[in-house]
Nanobody
Framework: VQLQASGGGLVQAGGSLSLSCTAS????????MAWFRQAPGKERAFVAASRSGGGSITYYADSVKGRFTISRDYAKNMVYLQMNSLKPEDTAVYYC??????????????????WGQGTQVTVSS
C-alpha cells in the first residue's frame, strides 16, 4: 500500500487549503481513509475519516467540525481534505492513513496500517 499526500502550504488565518492523498495497492472501497495531524511538540491527532464501504459516512474531530470536509473519489483512488476558516492552531504536519474496513476506534492512529509521508500546513496569524 502506498499513500501520497500533497497540497500543504502557508496560508493566513481565515484562509483555505485543500489536501489530497492518492492511494495505491489497495481496494479503495474496502478501506477507511483518514487524516491525522501532528503539531510541534504534540502527539498525532485525529482530524477526519471517511468510512469504508463505498458510502459517504464521515467523522470529524470536534476542533475541525464545520470547517473541514473529507471526501473521496473512488474513480481516482483519492481522498481530499478541504480546510476552510483556518486557524493558527491548525498548523501541523498532516498525514493521510488507511485501514482495512472500519473500526469503532477510527480516531486512534494505531488502527491504521498505512500512512502517507505527511504534508506541512502552516497558518499565520
Amino acid at each position: 500500500v502506498q499513500l501520497q499526500a500533497s497540497g500543504g502550504g502557508l496560508v493566513q488565518a481565515g484562509g483555505s487549503l485543500s489536501l489530497s492523498c492518492t492511494a495505491s495497492g489497495l481496494t479503495f472501497r474496502s478501506v477507511t481513509m483518514a487524516w491525522f495531524r501532528q503539531a510541534p511538540g504534540k502527539e498525532r491527532a485525529f482530524v477526519a475519516a471517511s468510512r469504508s464501504g463505498g458510502g459517504s459516512i464521515t467523522y470529524y474531530a470536534d476542533s475541525v467540525k464545520g470547517r473541514f470536509t473529507i471526501s473521496r473519489d473512488y474513480a481516482k483512488n483519492m481522498v481530499y481534505l478541504q480546510m476552510n476558516s483556518l486557524k493558527p492552531e491548525d498548523t501541523a504536519v498532516y498525514y493521510c492513513a488507511s485501514r482495512q474496513g472500519f473500526a469503532v476506534n477510527y480516531f486512534d492512529d494505531w488502527q491504521y496500517a498505512s500512512w502517507g509521508q505527511g504534508t506541512q500546513v502552516t497558518v499565520s496569524s
